[in-house]
C-alpha cells in the first residue's frame, strides 16, 4: 500500500522518479560514504534484542539491516521509504537473509506522514536522513508516534545548517562561479536541511508531544570516492549532490565549465585515497511519554 499526501507530493515524485533510481545504481557508493554516520546514529538510538522497530526514510535498506542485526531474530524492523527505485535494492538484500531473519523484517512504500502505521507496537523510531522532507513535519512525527509503544522512543541523525557542511558548500562555490545563484528556500522548507535548525526541532517534536528532547551536535568526517579512480571522484559531486539540479538546465557549454571547477574544487581535498569533506550533523532523541 502507498500512500501521499497532496503537501509532499514534491518529494514523493523527485525520490520516486530519476533521484532515487540515482541513489539505487550508486547504492554501494553511498553506503560507504554515510554507513559510519549511521553507525553512530544507531548507537545513539541503544537498539536491544527484541525490539520493534520502524525505519523511516530507510532508502536502500541498509540502515533498516544495521537495525536488525542489533535487535535480532526475535526483534522486527519495517522499513518506509516512497522510492520504489531504492525499496527494489531493499527487497533484494533481504531476500538474501537466512529464514529466520527474512520473517524480521519488511519493507513498505509509504509516505510515513501519512501513513496508517499499526498503533501502539514499536519500541522506536529511527532513521538516518530521512525525516526533513516533511512538509508538515510536527504532524509527521505526531503521525509516527501513535505507532511507538507508550514508552517508546525516537533516534534520529540529520543535517545541522550548509556552513558548516564542506561536502555542499565546497563543490557549490566552483559551481556558482559559473552558474547562476539559485532562489534561497524559506526557512525551514522540505528538503536535505529541513530540520537543519535545533531550536526549530524543539518546537516540531514538542507539537508532536514527544518529550526529553534532546539534540547533540556530531562532526563527522564524509569520505567520497572509495575504489574509485580519481578522475571519476569530482564527477560524484556533479551526478549526485546538490550541484546536480543547477546543472540540469544549463547549457552544454556551462555545464562542462562548472564540472571542470567542481573537479578541481574537491580533489583539493583528496588524500591519495578519497575526498574528505567536513560535515555536520544532529543527532536527535527523544521519548513518547
Not at 547504492?27 to 553512530?40: H, R, V
Not at 550548509?162 to 566552483?174: C, K, L, S
Request: with cysteine; aromatic share 8%; proline share 7%.
Amino acid at each position: 500500500m502507498t500512500t501521499s499526501s497532496q503537501d509532499n507530493s514534491e518529494q514523493i515524485e523527485y525520490w520516486d522518479g530519476e533521484a532515487g533510481q540515482g541513489w539505487a545504481e550508486r547504492n554501494a557508493q553511498m553506503e560507504k560514504i554515510l554507513g559510519p554516520i549511521g553507525e553512530e546514529a544507531i548507537r545513539t538510538a541503544g537498539v536491544t534484542a527484541g525490539e520493534a522497530i520502524l525505519d523511516i526514510g530507510c532508502g536502500c535498506g541498509d540502515t533498516t539491516l544495521a537495525l536488525l542485526d542489533e535487535t535480532g531474530p526475535e526483534g522486527r524492523v519495517l522499513g518506509v521509504d516512497i522510492s520504489s527505485p531504492m525499496l527494489d535494492v531493499a527487497n533484494s538484500k533481504a531476500q538474501e537473509l537466512t529464514g529466520d531473519l527474512q520473517g524480521a523484517i519488511s519493507f513498505q512504500q509509504a509516505d510515513a506522514s501519512t501513513y496508517d502505521f499499526e498503533a501502539g507496537v514499536y519500541d522506536l523510531m529511527f532513521s538516518r536522513f530521512g525525516v526533513m522532507f516533511f512538509a508538515e513535519p510536527a504532524a509527521a512525527f505526531a503521525n509516527i508516534r501513535k505507532a511507538l509503544k507508550p514508552e517508546g522512543r525516537l533516534a534520529f541523525i540529520c543535517w545541522a545548517p550548509v556552513a558548516g557542511n564542506d561536502w555542499v558548500t565546497v563543490p557549490m562555490a566552483a559551481a556558482l562561479q559559473h552558474l547562476p545563484k539559485p532562489e534561497p528556500l524559506p526557512p525551514n522548507a522540505p528538503g536535505p536541511f529541513g530540520l537543519s535548525d535545533p531550536d526549530f526541532v524543539d518546537e516540531v517534536l514538542k507539537k508532536a508531544n514527544y518529550s526529553d528532547i534532546t539534540i547533540t551536535p556530531f562532526h563527522p568526517t564524509m569520505r567520497f570516492g572509495h575504489g574509485m579512480e580519481q578522475e571519476r571522484i569530482g564527477d560524484f559531486f556533479i551526478d549526485a549532490g546538490p550541484v546536480s539540479r543547477l546543472l540540469k538546465d544549463a547549457p552544454p557549454e556551462r555545464v562542462e565549465i562548472t564540472r571542470s571547477a567542481i573537479r578541481e574544487a574537491v580533489m583539493s581535498y583528496y588524500d591519495g585515497e578519497t575526498v574528505n569533506l567536513a560535515a555536520s550533523c544532529w543527532l536527535v532523541t527523544a521519548s513518547k511519554h
